[in-house]
């Protein structure tokens, strides 16, 4: 198998509500991360740095700022004549309500491209898991074990999300049982939503779930397979983090301050394409004291920072001091002001003397273009 004959599905929207203090005017894919990249740029960058060359990005809502960032697909070497990147805007052909709602309705109403392609085969992805794959193993895998269906699962405390699936598996990886969502404690295998099979197996499992009326995805095409079909389980590797809430958000950008973990993530030999943008280098002025952050370019600081993330042309002025926090593009900080467990999202400004302070695990959220 190779990656010229998979086909990537990746869904833009799923789980938005997760996270709803930042996808109110964006999907999850088009959450900034890390500096400068977006959700959507590791499911991107995954699929790409295996070969793939034909990627359909399912879209539902708020996807104008996705659209912005994707534009051609030129920084993932998607813009092409033939094959490349396909934005799917909403449309459900079962309800007819102009949107999606699970799964199973999302599929069904991009069968059309599904239909069209050539690929043999399909490969399904989310947005909010964060990580660096290499899908050449992925490939091998599925075929080594003769598989009908392929899951990357992760192992650690459950998230708290929808359908989440929870594996049992036996020694060699096969999954004898599938819990949805189950009240667990500690840690167990549970999916990552990157599923690969089959392109001619997906259409008859669609089909036969909207023949049957069934709306779950989990529930009756993964869960009421797993004894008539070959579903395997397949580990993710490396810095891996799964987005559920705007906690886990914090957290997993703040891991990356990590040198390991950064290095991992940012794999030179797997590299995390984005929307290529060309600005300045960061300005540290005289004073300023910037200690294990990661600052990305354009930025002006001539402050305090300290164990923080500063997105493109954040500026942070004498005087301000920021701490444990995250600043997206084009945020302001005056004088006087300190922020720390904060994150700001685009185009906020802190005026003179403020302060601003949450806590590790319940950070404060500025919304978009407020002024503070």
């Given at each position: 198998m190779t990656g010229n004959n998979i086909l990537g599905i990746i869904y833009s929207n799923k789980y938005d509500e997760c996270l709803s203090e930042i996808t109110g005017l964006r999907t999850m894919g088009s959450v900034p991360f890390a500096g400068r990249y977006r959700l959507i740029d590791?499911?991107?960058?995954n699929m790409v740095n295996s070969g793939i060359e034909k990627v359909g990005v399912i879209t539902k809502s708020n996807y104008q700022s996705l659209m912005d960032h994707l534009g051609t697909g030129k920084?993932?070497?998607?813009?092409?004549?033939?094959?490349?990147?396909?934005?799917?805007?909403?449309?459900?052909s079962v309800s007819n309500m102009g949107d999606y709602t699970n799964r199973v309705e999302m599929l069904r109403g991009v069968m059309g491209f599904i239909s069209r392609s050539t690929e043999e085969y399909v490969l399904l992805s989310d947005?909010?898991?964060v990580m660096n794959i290499d899908i050449d193993e992925l490939m091998d895998f599925h075929a080594d074990n003769n598989a009908d269906i392929s899951i990357v699962y992760q192992h650690g405390v459950l998230p708290k999300l929808d359908n989440i699936m929870e594996l049992q598996m036996l020694a060699d990886g096969r999954i004898t049982q599938v819990a949805l969502s189950p009240n667990l404690t500690g840690e167990v295998d549970y999916s990552l939503n990157m599923i690969l099979m089959k392109r001619s197996l997906l259409?008859?499992?669609?089909?036969?779930?909207?023949?049957?009326?069934?709306?779950?995805?989990?529930?009756?095409?993964?869960?009421?397979?797993?004894?008539?079909l070959r579903i395997f389980g397949f580990a993710a590797k490396g810095f891996t983090r799964t987005?559920?809430?705007?906690?886990?958000?914090f957290k997993a950008s703040m891991d990356l301050l990590d040198p390991q973990n950064c290095a991992q993530l940012f794999?030179?030999?797997?590299?995390?394409?984005?929307?290529?943008?060309?600005?300045?280098?960061?300005?540290?002025?005289?004073?300023?004291?910037?200690?294990?952050?990661?600052i990305a370019d354009g930025?002006?600081?001539?402050?305090?920072?300290?164990?923080?993330i500063l997105f493109r042309g954040v500026r942070v002025e004498k005087g301000a001091v920021v701490k444990n926090s995250i600043l997206m593009q084009g945020s302001f900080v005056a004088t006087g002001s300190t922020l720390n467990y904060t994150i700001t999202d685009k185009s906020v400004a802190i005026t003179p003397n403020k302060t601003l302070s949450g806590a590790e695990n319940y950070p404060v959220f500025v919304g978009k273009g407020i002024v503070i």
């Open positions: 590791f499911a991107l960058s920084p993932w070497d998607l813009s092409r004549k033939t094959e490349g990147m396909f934005i799917l805007p909403p449309f459900s947005c909010n898991a259409q008859r499992l669609i089909n036969e779930a909207v023949s049957l009326n069934h709306e779950s995805f989990e529930r009756d095409i993964i869960q009421g397979n797993t004894e008539k987005i559920d809430s705007l906690a886990s958000y794999d030179a030999d797997r590299p995390v394409y984005t929307k290529v943008r060309d600005d300045m280098p960061a300005i540290y002025g005289l004073g300023s004291t910037v200690k294990n952050s990661l930025c002006i600081i001539d402050g305090e920072v300290e164990n923080s």
